[in-house]
């Protein structure tokens, strides 16, 4: 097993990773329109009389080496899509491609080296360590499962990455709820790479920590991710975050992915409507900096019975100013690419941006 690199110095804040351009990276993750529905049972035999359809048709590709953000509001299916990758929950249809298997069609033992690959950061880290467990075993627990290593060796693997974190080996003997909430996400995140994962699943680990513990952990994934050259799938809401770590953003709505390119451009040149609104409601500071809002109405619809063609065109600017055309309420959406690995899943790819609405770039 490879020996974990020494401990990064006391200063946490670093710059990206630097190399080959994300083009040339070799694709580790390849999602293939993914499903996931979960069925709702009623009546006396308790039959399924409908689907909350949370992954619709999801595809996109995850670079080796990189950290790819998965955004949108709440309820669209981000968290689904994260543990789909993780086999926490069984897909409904659809393909997981990681490093050329297909881990949809796996199970069992046959599965259990791809689950050594492939963990999880959880958003809330006190809810995902057993309070009546030493942080030091919970810690620990993934080299006893997949039986790596002598004790010994094990007991020495784990003080390595708790160094890694921030943590001290006294801290082993505690339990969490002797910990503060930034301390728990180190002790979270050192579980999850101490078995050393190519892949690592971020479910929002910073959004329940205060803003000067985010800019922390933030830093230290950042740090980590060039030590041990891991992958990141990057779940957050908050735009901002996103643009601080993410070297891609996939950006969700509804079930399905609406927009997929690089940080920057998504910044500087969004282009289908719902990303210019996420966009647009970050705030600035100064007055002659802010953007205009672009204020979406109604509700987002149910998952049960989601809007028919688009699902996005019951909200849409773009649609009301183009005067309602038939096609975003009968044909549904695919991801188009408008070059630069640009794609946008609308029928007037580019139209937002042409007339300006949302963000303006910089």
Known sequence: MTALPTPPGADSTTAPATGAGPAARETLVDVRDLVKH?????G??????ASVQAVDGVTFQVRRGETLGLVGESGCGKTTVGRLLLRLIEPTAGQILFDGTDITRIS???????????????????????????IGESIGEGLRIHRLGTPRERAAKMNRIMDMVGLQPYHARRYPHEFSGGQRQRIGIARALVLEPDLVVCDEPVSAL????????????????????????FIAHNMSVVE???DRVAVMYL????????????????????TRALLSAIPIPDPELRRSRVILTGDVPSPVNPPSGCRFHPRCPLRRDLGNPEICATTSTTLLDGGNEHQVACHFQGAAASQGRGVAPA
Not at 38 to 42: E, L, N, R, V
Not at 257 to 268: K, L, Y
Request: proline share 7%; charged share 25%; net charge positive.
């Open 44 to 49: 006396v035999l308790s039959r399924t009389v």
């Open 38 to 42: 979960f069925p709702i049972k009623g």
């Open 210 to 233: 205060d803003v000067s513990i985010q800019a922390q952990v933030l830093n230290l994934l950042k740090t980590l991710q060039r030590e041990l050259k891991l992958t990141y799938v």
């Open 244 to 246: 601080h770590i993410s």
């Open 108 to 134: 069992g033992a046959a599965l259990k080296p791809y689950r050594r690959r492939i963990q999880i950061i959880f958003q809330d880290p006190f809810a995902s360590l057993d309070p009546r467990t030493p």
């Open 255 to 274: 079930g399905r992915i609406v927009e997929v390119t690089d940080r920057e451009r998504i910044f500087r040149a969004a282009e289908h409507p719902y």
